[in-house]
């Protein structure tokens, strides 16, 4: 909303520089984007000049030579190419060196061989009017008479001074704001300086009527009419033009800049009718048929449907209302008679059906907001006023009023207490009222407060007490409330287990040299058909988005994984040798009628785990050492992993042969693995090893407190075993068995190397074991021992094992 | 004196000199196998005392001795000295160029600036009786919207502006719809922060269509606007310096009555616009202030939807703000594009490692 500062001080001078206004404005809840300068005209290179001469250009149909007295000793030589440029004329000229409104600096320059010394203005590049088809003459124009058109002389001088124009961001609640007169009455309530009324119109001279009927009085509040006659279809005069271009519209003609100007002043937009082009003499409001056809002025044809408001005439839909107009009924130079409507509609309709219709006008964005079904009576004689003063039309009906049941705003009790509670900090009854009273609120006192009557334009916004505290609090400034604490009683302030274990898994994570990414949670089938690499696509359950921004940002993330692998591609192409990188964020599944989402942990490592330095290469990054991490994370929850294969169907960018499924007890926490070299392709990837938990489902492995367990005071026994089985059989299979073997006395077996080679028999490998045993009451004899490993040997065979060397 | 002590005698002399001369541990053990040793003239006297004359047995067996101890004891002197002497040489020996750089530890990963910001503005309220709490990001409009008391027509409800799945299942544009979450599930008193993921369907310069929220909403039957001046105020210092005042500023949001927002004194500046130089000051482009959030006093009707739950509009009262997490790191920390936030490029988030947070 763009309020130029001439046209406030006419309703209540603010007495203060724009940018104080602006504020003061922005600390009592009416935010300004900015303070621009308008009729960027300013300066010595924008003068007034004398057209002495005029010729033909000798290689140019269309341009004109003109020999222009500026003011200084010489003319100078212009090149024109405005049609109606004639010697005598009285015109305004850049020189150069000037900056044209659009940033541009004249300069010298050469029309075909002649050279120009500046520019001879029309009305828009002068940002008065939109008019762009000839040179304005500045002698003709009535406004202006009298003024010094000396060459030379400034234009500022000469024309009206540039302004500030405050642009303002209306907050949806306050449409009364959208006119430059609701602005005034803020700056009023902020300054308490006076608020001139708005001037009305002569009383219509007849008594005409005109048929009108409005159907449904829900989506059409309050529908009302006035007809003029002996309308003159002209250009506007020029104070109204460089009004209309200061809040940034194009003049276009009287009638019409009329209805744009009283919508900028009041907030109510409106729409002029050619009368004589209503066809059948009536206006009919009413509910489109679904699938009705409508042109609008924009020559479009618009398919509408049945909650669509129409205003119609005897043939016919005429306009859309609230919207936009038809081409049928519009005001031209040919129209002598007029009827103004000025009516109101209901707000969530005109934003459903400015939405459905992808069209979206001055007019529509304040009636969706709800205009107040008073103002049209008050506009229609403000009205009047400008019908017959600028266009020499006489008003010959009274308003022609067809309203559904309009509702008086009710009092709202205001409690002292109340509103002292809420805001912390007093403010004097007697304060309040004056407040209100500048609010334009009625006021009463009562026993603990005031009943308080907000203005019909605040009706729709304040309805309770606590709307009229705020109204209260922002005048007086809710920046003088004092800062204080809550009592806070009962808040005690922690996390929850699950969140502390997030907390600490990734700082586990930070600390063994993985990064912390943060990929975006869309991603895109296209990119998930990388994850396949047969191209099969992954069938899973994808949720949509049904209005996605792109393509690429089409489908939620069924797994972190590809936002990862892109961030390490994205890491490589700049030069990194490594990428470890872990990313802990929502992912999601399901369809809009059932959405599931999960936290999930996920783990990409390329290149190796740590850094290599002169004393040596790091250890390779390969599936172990990302097993390892998935280990330390699952540890930190208290859990128990295991490790079963994959399952290769459900994860086809893993290679089967070196991925792992990692449960804990029944649960499925995720998967470790390798990824698929074509896979690994797809992203410029020498290789990489990947891995996904659930958070949630590992949180759920917490154990309860943690209960102690005997430490054992007597000294363990410990024994290597080599153990050759089939090289196909997994090592956690053997250690199961020889734990299984080793009872109560064996405490623990861990595997501490893998042979295969020239020792042992083809398809076959060694491990070996490292085992201790210890017992709680004892030391153990070399007997004890080695009854348990004649267990531990017998139990082995049974897998296909034995000890190396027996 | 006896001819065999001062045999003796000269024994010990030269014995002390073979020690006292030995220049390794080898010589060492020569002098000792020499003069000490079994075979040594010395263990021949002591052997033959017995066959000496009985008036010569005495003074001859301590001389004997007494030479022996002390013989002993400058052996193991001499050989620690040794000893000593050899381990120096050793050491010396094995000396390492110390600047050569060190075995890398293991290689520094870091928290993503965003969750640093997240838990430093957490840490804050959690110090002062918060919890945290968090929902869906898939959230229904219910929660999204309705409940929080926008009108039918808002423009955030529309689909240019918002993700939806269907008319009923949209991408929350903020952390606001975990108010009534967490409002459906506990009773007054309430006092929660809501860190989260939002999506809004932007993307310029300025806006990413996933950007990162923080929600507060405390709720008793007293808590004031003053008090929510006060708590922003605490928040502020701690997250911004202790020097740092706010501002309120009357706005408007749906969910909220009367609603503010929340400027900070610029800490660039300090609050004056311009610079040291003079020269007007970049951050808070010569304001002075910066917004960094936006608040209010939850709005009636929105207890109105969790009445059940024993918020009775007209018994209790409290207020709600909500701030975006990329704006605090950015103000923090002078990140210049937001996209930076998202590229996790090695380089950006390595700067935020050990000892940022």
Same mark, same amino acid.
């Given at each position: 909303?763009?309020?130029?500062?001439?046209?406030?001080?006419?309703?209540?001078?603010?007495?203060?520089?724009?940018?104080?206004?602006?504020?003061?404005?922005?600390?009592?809840? *009416?935010?300004?984007?900015?303070?621009?300068?308008?009729?960027?005209?300013?300066?010595?290179?924008?003068?007034?000049?004398?057209?002495?001469?005029?010729?033909?250009?000798?290689?140019?149909?269309?341009?004109?030579?003109? $020999?222009?007295?500026?003011?200084?000793?010489?003319?100078?030589?212009?090149?024109?190419?405005?049609? !109606?440029?004639?010697?005598?004329?009285?015109?305004?000229?850049?020189?150069?060196?000037?900056?044209?409104?659009?940033?541009?600096?004249?300069?010298?320059?050469?029309?075909?061989?002649?050279?120009?010394?500046?520019?001879?203005?029309?009305?828009?590049?002068?940002?008065?009017?939109?008019?762009?088809?000839?040179?304005?003459?500045?002698?003709?124009?009535?406004?202006?008479?009298?003024?010094?058109?000396?060459?030379?002389?400034?234009?500022?001088?000469?024309?009206?001074?540039?302004?500030?124009?405050?642009?303002?961001?209306?907050?949806?609640?306050?449409?009364?704001?959208?006119?430059?007169?609701?602005?005034?009455?803020?700056?009023?309530?902020?300054?308490?300086?006076?608020?001139?009324?708005?001037?009305?119109?002569?009383?219509?001279?007849?008594?005409?009527?005109?048929?009108?009927?409005?159907? !449904?009085?829900?989506?059409?509040?309050?529908?009302?009419?006035?007809?003029?006659?002996?309308?003159?279809?002209?250009?506007?005069?020029?104070?109204?033009?460089?009004?209309?271009?200061?809040?940034?519209?194009?003049?276009?003609?009287?009638?019409?800049?009329? *209805?744009?100007?009283?919508?900028?002043?009041?907030?109510?937009?409106?729409?002029?009718?050619?009368?004589?082009?209503?066809?059948?003499?009536?206006?009919?409001?009413?509910?489109?048929?679904?699938?009705?056809?409508?042109?609008?002025?924009?020559?479009?044809?618009?398919?509408?449907?049945?909650?669509?408001?129409?205003?119609?005439?005897?043939?016919?839909?005429?306009?859309?209302?609230?919207?936009?107009?038809?081409?049928?009924?519009?005001? /031209?130079?040919?129209?002598?008679?007029?009827?103004?409507?000025?009516?109101?509609?209901?707000?969530? !309709?005109?934003?459903?059906?400015?939405?459905?219709?992808?069209?979206?006008?001055?007019?529509?964005?304040?009636?969706?907001?709800?205009? $107040?079904?008073?103002?049209?009576?008050?506009?229609?004689?403000?009205?009047?006023?400008?019908?017959?003063?600028?266009?020499?039309?006489?008003?010959?009906?009274?308003?022609?009023?067809?309203?559904?049941?309009?509702?008086?705003?009710?009092?709202?009790?205001?409690?002292?207490?109340?509103?002292?509670?809420?805001?912390?900090?007093?403010?004097?009854?007697?304060?309040?009222?004056?407040?209100?009273?500048?609010?334009?609120?009625?006021?009463?006192?009562?026993?603990? @407060?005031?009943?308080?009557?907000?203005?019909?334009?605040?009706?729709?916004?304040?309805?309770?007490?606590?709307?009229?505290?705020?109204?209260?609090?922002?005048?007086? @400034?809710?920046?003088?409330?004092?800062?204080?604490?809550?009592?806070?009683? $009962?808040?005690?302030?922690?996390?929850?287990?699950?969140?502390?274990?997030?907390?600490?898994?990734?700082?586990?994570?930070?600390?063994?040299?993985?990064?912390?990414?943060?990929?975006?949670?869309?991603?895109?089938?296209?990119?998930?058909?990388?994850? /396949?690499?047969?191209? +099969?696509?992954?069938?899973?359950?994808?949720?949509?988005?049904?209005?996605?921004?792109?393509?690429?940002? $089409?489908?939620?993330?069924?797994?972190?994984?590809?936002?990862?692998?892109?961030?390490?591609?994205? !890491?490589?192409?700049?030069? +990194?040798?490594?990428?470890?990188?872990?990313?802990?964020?929502?992912?999601?599944?399901?369809?809009?009628?059932?959405?599931?989402?999960?936290?999930?942990?996920?783990?990409?490592?390329?290149?190796?785990?740590?850094?290599?330095?002169?004393?040596?290469?790091?250890?390779?990054?390969?599936?172990?050492?990302?097993?390892?991490?998935?280990?330390?994370?699952?540890?930190?929850?208290?859990?128990?992993?295991?490790?079963?294969?994959?399952?290769?169907?459900?994860?086809?960018?893993?290679?089967?042969?070196?991925?792992?499924?990692?449960?804990?007890?029944?649960?499925?926490?995720?998967?470790?693995?390798?990824?698929?070299?074509?896979?690994?392709?797809?992203?410029?990837?020498?290789?990489?090893?990947?891995?996904?938990?659930?958070?949630?489902?590992?949180?759920?492995?917490?154990?309860?407190?943690?209960?102690?367990?005997?430490?054992?005071?007597?000294?363990?026994?410990?024994?290597?075993? +080599?153990?050759?089985?089939?090289?196909?059989?997994?090592?956690?299979?053997?250690?199961?068995?020889?734990?299984?073997? @080793?009872?109560?006395?064996?405490?623990?077996?861990?595997?501490?190397?893998?042979?295969?080679?020239?020792?042992?028999?083809?398809?076959?490998?060694?491990?070996?074991?490292?085992?201790?045993?210890? +017992?709680?009451?004892?030391?153990?004899?070399?007997?004890?021992?080695?009854?348990?490993?004649?267990?531990?040997?017998?139990?082995?065979?049974?897998? @296909?094992?034995?000890?190396?060397?027996? | 004196? %006896?001819?065999?002590?001062?045999?003796?005698?000269?024994?010990?002399?030269?014995?002390?000199?073979?020690?006292?001369?030995?220049?390794?541990?080898?010589?060492?053990?020569?002098?000792?196998?020499?003069?000490?040793?079994?075979?040594?003239?010395?263990?021949?006297?002591?052997?033959?005392?017995?066959?000496?004359?009985? &008036?010569?047995?005495?003074?001859?067996?301590?001389?004997?001795?007494?030479?022996?101890?002390?013989?002993?004891?400058?052996?193991?002197?001499?050989?620690?000295?040794?000893?000593?002497?050899?381990?120096?040489?050793?050491?010396?020996?094995?000396?390492?160029?110390? =600047?050569?750089?060190?075995?890398?530890?293991?290689?520094?990963?870091?928290?993503?600036?965003?969750?640093?910001?997240?838990?430093?503005?957490?840490?804050?309220?959690?110090?002062?009786?918060?919890?945290?709490?968090?929902?869906?990001?898939?959230?229904?409009?219910?929660?999204?919207?309705?409940?929080?008391?926008?009108?039918?027509?808002?423009?955030?409800?529309?689909? =240019?502006?918002?993700?939806?799945? %269907?008319?009923?299942?949209?991408?929350?544009?903020?952390?606001?719809?975990?108010?009534?979450?967490?409002?459906?599930?506990?009773?007054?008193?309430?006092?929660?922060?809501?860190?989260?993921?939002?999506?809004?369907?932007?993307?310029?310069?300025?806006?990413?269509?996933?950007?990162?929220?923080?929600?507060?909403?405390?709720?008793? &039957?007293?808590?004031?606007?003053?008090?929510?001046?006060?708590?922003?105020?605490?928040?502020?210092?701690?997250?911004?310096?202790?020097?740092?005042?706010?501002?309120?500023?009357?706005?408007?949001?749906?969910?909220?009555?009367?609603?503010?927002?929340?400027?900070?004194?610029?800490?660039?500046?300090?609050?004056?616009?311009?610079?040291?130089?003079?020269?007007?000051?970049?951050?808070?482009?010569?304001?002075?202030?910066?917004?960094?959030?936006?608040?209010?006093?939850?709005?009636?009707?929105?207890?109105?939807?969790?009445?059940?739950?024993?918020?009775?509009?007209?018994?209790?009262?409290?207020?709600?703000?909500?701030?975006?997490?990329?704006?605090?790191?950015?103000?923090?920390?002078?990140?210049?594009?937001?996209?930076?936030?998202?590229?996790?490029?090695?380089?950006?988030?390595?700067?935020?490692?050990?000892?940022?947070?």
């Amino acid at each position: 909303m763009r309020v130029p500062m001439t046209w406030l001080a006419e309703y209540c001078d603010p007495g203060m520089p724009a940018e104080e206004l602006a504020s003061r404005l922005a600390m009592t809840g *009416t935010e300004v984007e900015r303070v621009v300068r308008h009729g960027a005209l300013s300066g010595d290179n924008f003068v007034v000049g004398k057209v002495l001469t005029r010729e033909q250009h000798p290689d140019a149909d269309r341009l004109s030579v003109c $020999s222009v007295d500026v003011g200084e000793d010489e003319p100078v030589t212009i090149v024109c190419g405005a049609p !109606n440029v004639d010697a005598g004329q009285t015109v305004a000229v850049a020189r150069p060196g000037a900056v044209m409104p659009d940033g541009t600096k004249l300069k010298k320059a050469k029309l075909r061989g002649v050279e120009s010394n500046g520019m001879i203005l029309a009305e828009d590049e002068l940002e008065i009017g939109g008019d762009h088809t000839g040179i304005m003459q500045l002698e003709l124009d009535p406004v202006l008479s009298g003024r010094d058109f000396t060459p030379g002389t400034p234009l500022e001088q000469a024309l009206t001074p540039g302004e500030d124009v405050l642009e303002l961001e209306i907050t949806p609640n306050r449409p009364d704001c959208l006119g430059v007169y609701g602005v005034a009455r803020e700056v009023h309530a902020i300054t308490g300086n006076e608020l001139a009324t708005l001037a009305t119109g002569p009383a219509p001279s007849g008594d005409e009527s005109f048929p009108i009927e409005v159907q !449904n009085h829900e989506l059409c509040p309050r529908f009302t009419a006035r007809i003029y006659r002996g309308v003159k279809v002209g250009p506007s005069p020029l104070w109204l033009k460089q009004r209309l271009s200061a809040a940034g519209q194009r003049p276009i003609n009287n009638v019409v800049d009329i *209805t744009n100007y009283l919508m900028l002043l009041t907030g109510q937009p409106m729409h002029a009718f050619d009368l004589d082009k209503i066809r059948g003499g009536k206006l009919i409001v009413r509910n489109a048929a679904a699938g009705e056809k409508v042109t609008t002025l924009d020559d479009v044809e618009r398919e509408c449907d049945e909650h669509t408001v129409l205003v119609c005439d005897g043939e016919g839909p005429s306009a859309i209302a609230g919207i936009m107009g038809g081409a049928v009924s519009e005001v /031209s130079l040919e129209t002598t008679n007029v009827l103004l409507e000025i009516a109101t509609w209901n707000g969530p !309709n005109i934003h459903r059906t400015s939405q459905k219709l992808g069209l979206r006008s001055e007019a529509s964005g304040r009636f969706e907001k709800g205009l $107040s079904p008073e103002l049209q009576l008050e506009v229609q004689q403000i009205a009047a006023g400008l019908m017959t003063e600028l266009t020499g039309a006489t008003g010959v009906s009274p308003t022609i009023d067809v309203a559904g049941e309009i509702l008086p705003a009710t009092p709202i009790e205001l409690r002292a207490t109340r509103l002292a509670g809420l805001l912390g900090t007093e403010i004097p009854v007697a304060r309040c009222a004056e407040i209100l009273r500048r609010l334009d609120f009625e006021v009463a006192e009562t026993a603990g @407060g005031l009943s308080v009557t907000p203005p019909h334009y605040r009706a729709a916004d304040v309805t309770r007490e606590a709307d009229v505290i705020e109204e209260i609090a922002r005048i007086e @400034g809710v920046d003088s409330i004092p800062a204080t604490l809550p009592a806070a009683r $009962s808040a005690i302030g922690r996390l929850s287990p699950d969140q502390k274990l997030k907390r600490r898994i990734e700082d586990m994570l930070a600390a063994n040299g993985y990064s912390e990414a943060i990929t975006w949670s869309f991603t895109s089938e296209a990119l998930l058909a990388k994850l /396949s690499p047969g191209g +099969a696509p992954v069938e899973r359950d994808l949720l949509k988005i049904a209005n996605p921004l792109s393509e690429d940002h $089409s489908v939620m993330r069924p797994l972190a994984l590809p936002g990862l692998l892109q961030s390490a591609q994205h !890491n490589l192409a700049r030069g +990194a040798d490594a990428v470890r990188l872990f990313e802990i964020g929502a992912v999601y599944a399901g369809s809009a009628q059932e959405p599931r989402e999960h936290t999930a942990v996920a783990l990409l490592l390329v290149g190796p785990p740590t850094a290599g330095s002169w004393r040596g290469e790091s250890d390779p990054g390969d599936f172990y050492v990302l097993k390892g991490i998935v280990q330390a994370v699952v540890d930190y929850a208290g859990a128990q992993a295991g490790y079963e294969p994959v399952d290769a169907a459900g994860h086809p960018y893993l290679i089967p042969g070196r991925s792992a499924r990692v449960t804990a007890g029944e649960a499925v926490l995720g998967w470790v693995g390798e990824l698929h070299p074509l896979v690994a392709k797809q992203f410029d990837l020498p290789h990489a090893v990947v891995a996904e938990l659930n958070l949630q489902a590992l949180a759920a492995q917490i154990p309860d407190p943690v209960t102690y367990e005997p430490i054992s005071t007597f000294p363990p026994a410990r024994e290597d075993i +080599a153990v050759v089985v089939d090289a196909e059989r997994p090592a956690e299979e053997v250690l199961t068995t020889v734990r299984k073997a @080793g009872g109560k006395l064996l405490t623990a077996a861990s595997v501490f190397d893998v042979y295969e080679g020239e020792q042992v028999a083809e398809g076959s490998k060694s491990l070996a074991i490292r085992l201790t045993y210890s +017992a709680p009451d004892r030391t153990l004899t070399d007997d004890e021992v080695a009854a348990a490993r004649v267990k531990i040997t017998e139990q082995l065979q049974s897998i @296909g094992g034995a000890l190396r060397g027996q | 004196m %006896s001819e065999t002590v001062a045999k003796i005698q000269s024994i010990e002399a030269e014995a002390k000199v073979a020690i006292d001369s030995a220049a390794t541990l080898a010589e060492l053990e020569d002098a000792r196998v020499k003069h000490l040793g079994r075979k040594a003239l010395l263990n021949d006297i002591l052997k033959s005392i017995a066959t000496l004359p009985p &008036e010569e047995k005495g003074p001859v067996g301590k001389a004997g001795n007494q030479t022996r101890g002390r013989l002993e004891s400058l052996l193991r002197e001499r050989q620690e000295s040794l000893e000593t002497a050899a381990l120096t040489a050793l050491l010396e020996q094995d000396r390492i160029d110390v =600047t050569l750089p060190g075995a890398p530890p293991v290689a520094g990963g870091s928290l993503h600036p965003i969750t640093q910001t997240r838990r430093e503005i957490e840490d804050v309220f959690i110090g002062m009786g918060y919890r945290v709490a968090e929902g869906p990001e898939v959230e229904r409009v219910h929660y999204n919207f309705d409940a929080l008391n926008h009108s039918p027509n808002h423009p955030a409800r529309e689909w =240019t502006d918002t993700f939806y799945f %269907s008319d009923d299942v949209l991408l929350r544009t903020h952390t606001s719809p975990v108010q009534i979450r967490v409002m459906e599930q506990h009773p007054p008193p309430v006092y929660v922060i809501v860190p989260g993921k939002v999506y809004r369907r932007d993307n310029d310069a300025t806006h990413t269509p996933m950007f990162h929220q923080i929600e507060g909403l405390a709720v008793d &039957e007293d808590v004031t606007l003053g008090d929510l001046r006060g708590t922003l105020l605490e928040f502020a210092r701690a997250i911004f310096g202790d020097e740092r005042e706010v501002r309120l500023r009357p706005h408007f949001f749906p969910f909220t009555e009367p609603s503010v927002e929340i400027d900070v004194s610029c800490f660039k500046c300090k609050g004056q616009g311009y610079l040291k130089d003079g020269s007007r000051c970049n951050l808070c482009k010569g304001i002075g202030w910066i917004e960094i959030l936006g608040a209010g006093m939850v709005d009636p009707n929105v207890f109105g939807y969790v009445r059940e739950a024993g918020y009775d509009p007209d018994k209790i009262q409290g207020f709600a703000f909500g701030m975006g997490v990329e704006r605090i790191a950015f103000l923090k920390h002078g990140v210049p594009d937001l996209r930076l936030f998202y590229e996790n490029d090695l380089r950006f988030l390595g700067q935020f490692g050990r000892g940022v947070a």
